[in-house]
């Protein structure tokens, strides 16, 4: 199986901060890499999949990129509804399967 | 618009079953993959299993194979998932997820609201 090995676990940072997660898979998946934000008590939300393709209507100061097996996740411009607990995941087509990181919780500084 | 609506949830003791259903509409069910994803109390999201468009291929992680089975109905647009042999450490929140198709790219792009199961005596 995959492993994917996301960090920081934990960020602070300010609003207007340029913020980076890393997620690091255990082969090569090429470009299988979806990126999810979460806030607390809600469903996640695709932010970016295929490791840098915006998600319809989410703003473009979220970027991702990566190939292989190192992937990076980038807020540019952190704005106040941004704090939330980011998650990157892989998946595999044949067979079908996903699995996600650990996670990012990104708390206001 | 897309909806997606978990029930079943509730209180069981370990060892015994329950059934997890998702409702779909506001889309052509057939068309796609669906998934169901957990999350324990306080914890990561951690993918359980998907169903492909047509039924035909199921796959579920480690922890659940022979235990959960996912299934849906095409002509009532529902996925659901039948989970026997529950243990305290399935308690969490089951979020059923639609797997955007193939020419859009890849992604859960439209998760339920979420349905709470708890495995305790």
């Known amino acids: 199986d995959i492993q994917m090995t996301q960090s920081p676990s934990s960020l602070s940072a300010s609003v207007g901060d340029r913020v980076t997660i890393t997620c690091q898979a255990s082969?090569?998946?090429?470009?299988?890499l979806n990126w999810y934000q979460q806030k607390p008590g809600k469903a996640p939300k695709l932010l970016i999949y295929?490791?840098?393709n915006l998600e319809t209507g989410v703003p473009s100061r979220f970027s991702g990129s990566g190939s292989g097996t190192d992937f990076t996740f980038t807020i540019s411009s952190l704005q106040p509804e941004d704090f939330a607990t980011y998650y990157c995941?892989?998946?595999?087509?044949?067979?079908?399967?996903?699995?996600f990181g650990q996670g990012t919780k990104l708390e206001i500084k | 618009q897309v909806q997606l609506v978990e029930s079943g949830g509730g209180v069981v003791q370990p060892g015994k079953s329950l059934r997890l259903s998702c409702a779909a509409s506001?889309?052509?069910?057939?068309?796609?993959?669906m998934h169901w994803v957990r999350q324990a109390p306080g914890k990561g999201l951690e993918w359980v299993a998907v169903?492909?468009?047509?039924?035909?291929?199921?796959h579920y992680t480690d922890s659940v194979k022979g235990r959960f089975t996912i299934s849906r109905d095409n002509s009532k647009n529902t996925v659901s998932l039948e989970m026997t042999s529950l243990r305290p450490e399935d308690t969490a929140v089951f979020y059923c997820?639609?797997?955007?198709?193939?020419?859009?790219?890849?992604?859960?792009?439209?998760w339920g609201q979420g349905t709470l199961v708890t495995v305790s005596s």
């Open positions: 997820a639609r797997e955007k198709s193939p020419i859009e790219g890849a992604g859960l792009d439209y």
């Open positions: 506001g889309f052509t069910f057939t068309y796609y993959h």
């Open positions: 169903i492909s468009y047509d039924g035909s291929e199921r």
């Open positions: 082969q090569d998946i090429s470009d299988s």
């Open positions: 295929d490791a840098s």
């Open positions: 995941q892989q998946y595999h087509n044949l067979p079908l399967m996903y699995s």
